[in-house]
């Protein structure tokens, strides 16, 4: 039987919320109950329903994390639309294993550590708002990078992409962190992509066009 572990404390809610949405969910409830006592009703009733929706967005349930030897989990919810060997990556030496998973609205945007490590570095670059999942938004979009090193000496690379409605990119990690696999470390706010860069020789575990999980859904093994 497989074994599964926690990497963060669980929630003490039975509909845990991200952090980042508190201000949003605020805001939205506070412009509803306004609009209530004004007696603007249909108003009010449109607040409500952008209520509920902001909060189901930014839903943030707890995972349980495969706790396999090489596995290397997902960093986000979503599809996987690139499985490719590529020859460069702007932050690891060499060919690459590429993996790109497309988040829609409707996927929980929060991300998560695809393996346990230390973080060697965090490149932010601001730029364009292409659809997520188009080739060139791994180029030209607003883009955090982070590469992680892990106890065996490897590289590898996860890439936060704004989309064309996405335009907040939330990182909670800095160079030196240790962090655990599937522990929670940022989210991409309305739409976004995750690019994941393993070393070569990793063994992939996902197909294109298939849905993942972030923290439970295994990418692949790292040798």
């Not at 209520?51 to 189901?56: A, E, I």
């Not at 998560?112 to 601001?126: A, F, L």
């Not at 364009?128 to 690379?157: G, R, Y």
């Not at 992509?193 to 063994?203: E, H, I």
Request: aromatic fraction near 12%; hydrophobic fraction near 45%; glycine fraction near 8%.
């Amino acid at each position: 039987m497989e074994k599964f572990f926690w990497s963060d404390p669980l929630s003490h809610t039975a509909f845990p919320v991200a952090k980042p949405g508190y201000g949003v969910i605020g805001a939205s409830a506070f412009a509803t109950a306004i609009f209530a006592i004004i007696g603007l009703t249909a108003l009010a009733f449109f607040g409500l329903v952008v209520t509920f929706f902001v909060c189901w967005f930014f839903r943030d349930p707890d995972r349980v994390i495969p706790s396999k030897e090489g596995a290397v989990v997902s960093p986000a919810d979503g599809k996987v639309i690139i499985r490719d060997i590529v020859e460069d990556c702007p932050f690891m030496e060499g060919p690459c294993l590429k993996i790109s998973i497309f988040m829609s609205i409707f996927n929980v945007h929060v991300n998560r550590i695809p393996y346990e490590g230390t973080i060697s570095r965090v490149v932010y670059n601001p730029g364009k708002f292409f659809t997520a999942n188009l080739d060139k938004a791994s180029q030209d979009n607003e883009q955090n990078a982070i590469v992680l090193k892990t106890e065996n000496d490897k590289k590898i690379c996860f890439v936060q992409i704004a989309g064309l409605v996405a335009r907040r990119i939330i990182c909670g990690v800095q160079e030196g962190d240790s962090l655990s696999r599937g522990q929670r470390f940022g989210m991409i706010c309305f739409g976004s992509r995750l690019d994941v860069y393993l070393p070569s020789d990793t063994k992939p575990k996902v197909f294109i066009g298939e849905k993942v999980k972030a923290g439970t859904s295994v990418l692949g093994y790292l040798k």
